[in-house]
């Protein structure tokens, strides 16, 4: 993003000050309740779009050089990503060749080598196959390199390691990788992600379907009430600049700090400095930007009604090199941020809880909530396009 289009956005958060309104759609819409408890239609978003579509797994920084490794739980089974010795990042089914063990059980570390607990067989952090133990005797003529962990393909860039499991090879995952993100390739430039440090992360699973999570994040109507003993005053009520960048949308939040901006000031303006922006880059990845720091919240889908959220802080600085005061200050705005957050997945857990008590055969979205159903609408023609 250049600072001209930062600007534009200024104006037009500016434009909706001054006419006291917001992003409108042209119309209303209903949503539903089915959308978010049919567990049949559950399978089909999980098959559809988050079986399919790269995920940001991890933050760069938490590989942070050769041979460091993580081990995850994923919707394509448990993963192993480890940073090689030229750098570049693997991902591999974290399970033995041999007879199927969990290969690697810690969360994370730094090894060159993984042995399998059950029988020994050993692999270099490229995944190949290295060493079997009684080999000559017991696996004649085994052929090692093919039987090397099986990899799936993975990219880093902007900060983050995103598997692509249903890419068929390494350049298909980059081709996949590239158009899915092509709309906000600007934006996360200028969001310079890949400077950031992962300071803190903080996980938990809340009784809500996943699009429940994602629509909190799309407007700023809730700002005022739902946040009110938290960061609702510090908001302008019920604006924001609203756009959907491909299957991605972008909310840009102002603060009360835009009432001090004139047309004559706006140069000098800049937006993270007045207003918080919520890329919701699809399907899992939610990007709180504040003026120093990104909130970085994955969304992962567990079941209908369940949904597991993590929150990661990533700082500008190296955690180890924060001195005491900053520390503090980082170790404060993640309490804030938790805080914050867990009102909205809290109003979530209580909107699903209500979904099937046949008081509503839908929800309501009114013209300020248009990207809500903007979001819908991509993940149903999503639905019917692998029909
Ligand atoms: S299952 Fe891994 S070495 Fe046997
Ligand atoms: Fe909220």
Redesign the pocket.
Known sequence: MHQSDEQRLLERCLELLQEKTTTLSSASHASPVERYTDPERFEREMQTIHQQLPLACLHSSELPGPHHFRSLETHTGAVLFTRGEDGKVNAFHNV?R????R?ESRASGCAKAFS?P????RYGSDGALVSVPFEQTCFPGLDKQAHGLSSIPCVETHGFIWLCPAAATQADAEQQLKQHLAPVEGDLTWLGLDQLHVFKQHRRRWRCNWKIVTEGGLETYHFKFAHKNSIGPYFLSNTCVTDQLGAHFRVVMPTERLRDVTRDSLEEARLRDIAHIVYGLAPQTTLLVQKAHVDWIQIIPVSADETDIVITSLIPTPPAALSEEALGHWQRNMAISIATLDEDFELGESIQAGLTSGANQSLTFGRNEGALEAYNRWVEDRLEATR
């Open positions: 033995c041999h007879r199927g063990a290969v399998c059950y029988h020994a067989w």
